[in-house]
Structures are given as C-alpha cells and as structure tokens.
C-alpha cells in the first residue's frame, strides 16, 4: 500500500514535468516549422526542397507585400498615437475626477476589451455602411480601419495607465500641490514624469494590437476589398498546396518583428524600473 | 484640474465609434431582410425567432459551445501543470519559463494558425508519421485541426491567470499537509487546487468567451467545414448569401451569453488580479 | 502675548458614515511646537490633511495667520507638510526634490542653487545632492522630506508621524534633530503621532484627541500630571482607575469610599457628597512599604510581579473588588504571597472631572 502511494506520487511528479516539457514544445514546435520552410528551394510553401534564401528575395520585391506592410505600419502608429492620447487621458479623468454617471461611463470605457471582437467588428461594419457613407459618402478604408483600431486600442491604454496610475502614491502629488504646484503643474512635473512608462506599455501593446488585429480591420474594409493590411494579405491567399513560399518567409519576418517589439518592451520596462 | 476636458475626447470617441455601432447592431437585429440581404427598416422579432429554431442553429450552436468546453478543458488539463511547475521556481528562472509562454501570444495570430496549417497538412510529417503508426487523422477541415488551433491559442490565457493565483500561493500549507500525512495528490486535490480557484475560473472565462466568437481558426483550419457562431456571423455580413438583420441578432445572442459568463464570474477574475 | 498661527473653530469632517472630526476647535500659538496624540483612526492626520487643505470640512473654519483659510486650495496655503511616506518625488534627484517648491515659485536660478544648499546644509545633507531617493537610507529620505518643506520658509511646517517608519534609535536621533531645527527656524511645528513618549517630549503643548473630538490642551506635566478624562489617564502613560463615590469634603480635601477602601484626595475641582468620582494613580508614584495597620495605609497582597531590569511592575491586590499597578525602580527582595504597604504623595490621587471616555 505504502509503496504503492509513493509509486503514485512519483508518478504525478515527473508527470508534471513531462507536461510541462510538451506544452513548450507545443508552444514552439510551429514557429520552428514555419522558420525552417522558410529556407525552403521548393517553388510550393508547403513543400521542403532544400535550403534556399530564395523565398526572402521573393518577398523583398513582391509590391503587394510592400504596400501591406506600409498599411499596417501606418495604421498602427496613427491609432496607436490617437488611442494613447485618449487612452491616457480617460485614465487621469477616471482616476483622478468625478463625473455623473461616472459608473456607466466606467463599464462603457471596459466593455471594448471584455465583448467579443466579432461583435465590435460587425458593429463597426454597420455603422460605416449605415452612418458613416450616408453623411460623408465615400469614405476611405484606411479611416475605416483607423477608427477601428483606435477604438479597441484606447480601453488597453487606460487600463493600462490606470493600473498605474491606482498604484501611485497620492501623497506625491499632494505633496506638489502643498509646494505650490497648480493642477496644471502637478500634471505635468509630477503625474506624466512618472507615468510615462505605463503610457509607453500601453502605447506598445497598441501598436502590437493594431498589428495583428484581423477581426475589425476586416470587417471595416467589408471583407478586405482592396485595402490590406498585411494580416488581411495573408488572410487572402487562398490557402493550399500552392501557396507561394515566400509566404513563409513574410510570416517568419512578421514573428521576428514581434520579438523585437517585446524585446523594446522589457528593455523598457528594465529601465522605468531601474529609474524607480 | 479641470476634469471635463479629461473627459471629453476619449468619453466621445467611445459613445462614437462603440455605443453608437453596439446601438445599430440592436436595431438592425429587429428589422427585416431586404431582398438584396441588407436591410428593410421595421420592427420584428423574425430574426431572434429564427435563432431559436432547432434545426437551424444546433449544429453551429453545439458546435461551438463543445468546441469552446472542449478548448477551454484541454488548456485547463495542459496549463495547470506548467503554472504550477512555473510557480515554484526560483525567481529567475520563473520569469524566464512566463516568458516564454507568453512569446508566442505576442506573435501575429494569423502567422500562427499558418504555421499549424503547415504542420496540420495532410502531406506533412507529423500525419505521415501518424499514418505510419496507423493512424489516419485528417487535421485541416475537420474538428481536430480546428481544437489543436484553438488550444495553441488561448493557452497563455489560461497559464496566466493560474500562475498568477499559484504564485502567490503559500507552499508551506503544501509541507503542512504533507506534514499532516497528506500524499502529494491529496494536498493537491484539498489544499492546492481549491486556493487556486480564482485562477481556475478567471482563466477559464478568458479562454471560453473569446473561443466562442472565433472565426479564424475554424475558418482556416476547419476550411469552412466547422461552423461556429463566428464563421456563421461572417458569413451572414460578408457571405455570399448576406443577412445582416440575421446576423446582428446572433451578434447580439453571442453578447449576450458572453455577458451572461462574465457577470458570474467577474468576482473571481478580479480576485486572480489578472484583469484591470 | 502669543500671536495664533492656526486657528479651527467647530471643525467637523465626515467620511461617508462616519464622524471622523467633531467639532473641533484648536489654537496653536506661532513658534510653537504643538503635538496631535491619540490613536489610530482618531482623526489626527484627517485634521492635518484640513490645515494643509487636502480635504474640505463639511462644517466650521480654518484660519492660517488670521485669514480665513477653509476654502483656499493647497498650493496657496504658506503650510507644507512633511509626508508619513515622505512622498519624495522618485524621478527627481534629492537636489530637485528640494528646490521643487522653488522653481514653482519661479525663482532665479542661483537664488534656488543657494537655499537649496543651504536647506541641504540645515539637515546635514550636504553633497548627497545628486542622488535619487531610492539611493538613500529611510533616515536621509525623511531628512531631505524635511528640507523640501522647510526650503520655502512656510510660516507652520505639518508633520505627519513623520517618523513612523525608522527603528527607535535613528528615530530617536530624529527626535532631536527636530526639536534643533524648530528652535533654529522658529516656525509653528505641528506634529502629529500616536507615540505619548514622543509627543511628551518634544511638544511644548500638545492636544489628546480620541474619536474625533479634542480631550485636552495642555503642556507635557500638565497633561501627564492632572488628565482631565479617563482616556487621557490610560493613554498618556499608565493609571490605575479607582471608581468611588465622595463621603465627605473639608475646603479643597475630600474622602472618597472606594469598595471597602477609604482615601484622602486633595481636588482642585469642586466636589459634593455622594458624587461618583474617578481617581488616577500614576504606578510609578506608588511607594511599597512594610504592611503597617496604623492611620489610613492601604496593604495589599503581591499578586504577581514583573522584573524588567531597570524597574519592576507589580500587580497588588488590595481589596476584593480593586488591585493596582505598582512600577518601583527600587531592588526591595519582596516576592510574589508578600503582603505590602502602600503609599504616595497626596497630590498623585487625582480626582478625574469629566465622565466623558
């Protein structure tokens, strides 16, 4: 009986490890895939025929690839400019004033994160077809894709800098005030000094959001008509047998793109704390 | 401070482009389908009426509801090890494993779902290998391609929220268990587990809400052959059969159970800290 | 003769349901060093945080030099306050920290460079200048805290449990430091803590407060010697509490019947027959002699006893109903069973006016 049990917990021990050894692999198994084909000579994606850089070459001179990721890159930075401005200052409103129906505008200012993206997207679709187009008529799907993304992006923001924001010791800014800071000052020499960091993370997590969004940029643009972002290119290839390789290439890219951004991101975060 | 001009832009921008697009998607829901599949402006409870009809909504309904449980039970099993092996290493350590598991979240989604398309292939190496064991498992177009996508991922939302209730858990109340003649399956199932609650809920809620309005993964991996509520809502605004007053009634549906989810819940995934 | 520095008249504050200052009305004399004691959650720092103007009272008035100060937001009030967390801004440099009211003020550069020096210079601070407050010690931080007040020569310095967080011998040390810089400056200090020992020390009046309401004013001997609640007698030191009712008064003199007990109480407030009264007896001022039964000594049995090296404390039983605390500094060899004498100046027993907590 004793040796039994003990046998038991042994078990549960490794097997806690060997869990944990194949989720990562899990995890990594399809990223390594996806790098390694990308070094692929065969003429299909999908196929392996050698280790090439051909797919790379492709990738750099195919013009639609271009001109989506100048769409993502545009689209990005505009909404993530936007958002962390607004999101920035409906964190200070909501943290630091009070307002009527101030529980209301709370939920409102929350339930872009928590509904599912679907439902905003297909909101949005139909307030551009139903609003939008009938008042200003033609309207760019660029604006379209903007105003969406800077709508989900601004709630990350002011969570984000909110969280900061609760954190942050009020006396450091009665403390200002009792030195004969107006408002004004205790904003600007006090509360942005030290919340810059929270805005800097808010504002990357808006730029990687932007960048991977799918749902409402696809919406915005009903369907990607013309309009692409590189997500919505992707999105576009017909996938099978035949898709062309460097696909693969632009998708390794695109995740070493995001590495780089969390790379910023800790290297960020290592020195607000540091400065602290 | 002047608190309504910290109010103003973010609070209009919200009603704006949120409140106002949730609003419309309400009203179309009740009025009538135009022959052309948009909208004839009325007053009607067809399309809700419609939802409820048996034969109609139980494929895609049962589908996606076992599909979420499905995903949201298989990252509970696959995530709760990991978590708790993270937890009990030493800080270094620790940061580095979390770190790695969020990694991939960060990377592009539609990148990711095209790597599985790689590996998923029927003439890739993993189904060679498994056909070579003898079993023949089609991946891509049928339900299992469509959970491995989904488990890949939403699994750092479910690693997440647990490690952060098991991170702050008291390890010496395991010893004292142990102490007290528990067997390591014992403290886990009485001591372990029910103080990480919390962590269990919230990181369930995260990983079925967002699973029950996917649309991508079942479309790409599923290849149009998994209907879930997200495919069908696509199809219905951007198909080629459009209904929009059909599909902003299953918008609305889908809202409406994922609010239902988070009300019961919201005490718990507050109290994992992992939200806001 | 003394000049008011702050004046509350009928301040009340409350905080949703709850009165956290009733009706308190205060005047601090300019110069002085005055002290709010009492315990947590007795609406000290609620009263600080009213003079400094970070919260409004819902009813009564605040006058800061002899103007009208209710209403005047924070950064035009001539108080600063030293923070209990000291608040020192993290991204700035000590430097910055102190000269932060200064440029507010908008003062010349080399005007700023200079009092900042010597602000620096008053807390011995010199040369640590460039650091940032997480490079200091909890004793620095509160040291450049004090000159990032004191460098904008404010007319009250606020100070609150400002030195709460440092062990006893830097706080000590502190203790000292303060009481050089008020006399140096010569401005009104009002400090706020819950430590009696420190308020007794280094106030030259203090206040008791207790559940929002002040239950005396007085200097140091006067509050420890004559409190003038039951509150301020167990919470400024320690007192045996005899309940008893007055059985006859000569002039100034009264007895009082405490259970079976009968003592001589020398009052400095009316008394009547019959009255209920309350005495205070300080433990410390409670001699132990050989039990004698002559002329009014009361004896007791040694109950327990408490040896702590440079006193000990007893517990003596001296009727059914009353025992008391007896701290004696004196080695006597008497041991727990004894049966004791006990004595004390007349003036010690102190009849307690007020009913009030």
Known sequence: ?276 | MNGRLLWWPGLLWLLLFFAIPVTIIALISLAHRAPDGVIRWGFTLENYLRLVEPLYWAGPFVNSLLLAVLTTGLCLVLGYPVAYSLARQPRAVKNLLLFLVILPFFTNFLVRIYAWFIVLRPEGWLSEALRALGVDLVFLGSPVGVLIGLVYGYLPFMILPLYASLERLDFSLVEAAHDLGATRWQSFWRVIFPLSRSGVIAGSVLVFIPVLGEFITPKLLGGGKVPMFGVLIEEKFLGRVPDWPLGAAMALALMGLVSLVLIRSFRYIKESRWVG | MDEVSIELREISKRFGQTLVVDRLTLQIYKGEFFSLLGPSGCGKTTTLRIIAGFERPDSGELFINGSRATHIPPQERDVNLVFQSYALFPHLTVEQNVAFGLEIQKLPRAQIRERVGKALELVRLSGLGARFPHQLSGGQQQRVALARALVTEPSVLLLDEPLGALDLKLRQEMQLELKRLQRELKITFLYVTHDQEEALQMSDRLAVMHQGRVLQVGTPPEIYERPATRFVADFIGESNLLEGHVVRTVGQRALVQIGSLQANVLSDIPLQPHQRVTLALRPERIHLCPPTESNGIWTGLVEALFYSGKETRYRVRVSPEVTLTVISSAVNGISVGERVGLTWDLQSLRPIPERLP
């Open chain 1, 1 to 276: 009986m004793g040796r039994l049990r003990r046998g038991l917990d042994a078990l549960i021990g490794s097997m806690l490890v060997l869990d944990t050894v194949l989720v990562y692999i899990f995890l990594y198994l399809p990223i390594g895939v996806l790098i390694l084909y990308s070094f692929s000579a065969s003429r299909y994606a999908l196929v392996w025929g050698g280790f090439s850089l051909e797919a790379y070459r492709r990738l750099f001179t195919d013009r639609d690839v271009a001109l989506a990721l100048l769409n993502s890159v545009i689209v990005a930075s505009a909404s993530t400019a936007l958002a962390t401005l607004l999101g920035t200052m409906l964190a200070l409103a909501l943290e630091r004033t009070r307002i009527r129906f101030q529980q209301g505008i709370e939920v409102l200012a929350y339930l872009p994160i928590v509904i599912p993206e679907i439902v905003m997207a297909v909101g949005l679709l139909l307030f551009f077809a139903q609003v939008l187009r009938p008042v200003f008529g033609a309207v760019s799907p660029m604006l379209t894709v903007l105003i969406g993304h800077v709508t989900f992006s601004v709630s990350y923001v002011m969570v984000v800098v909110r969280a900061r924001l609760r954190d942050l010791d009020r006396s450091l800014e009665e403390a200002a005030l009792d030195l004969g800071a107006t408002p004004w000052q205790v904003l600007r020499k006090v509360t942005l000094p030290l919340l810059t960091p929270a805005i800097m993370s808010g504002a990357l997590l808006a730029f990687t959001l932007s960048l991977d969004d799918f749902y409402v940029t696809y919406f915005s643009t009903t369907g990607g008509s013309g309009f692409k972002t590189l997500p919505l290119y992707l999105y576009a290839l017909q996938w099978r047998a035949a898709v062309p390789p460097h696909v693969n290439a632009l998708a390794s890219l695109m995740l070493l793109a995001s590495l780089a951004l969390i790379a910023l991101a800790l290297l960020m975060q290592r020195k607000a704390q540091l400065s602290r």
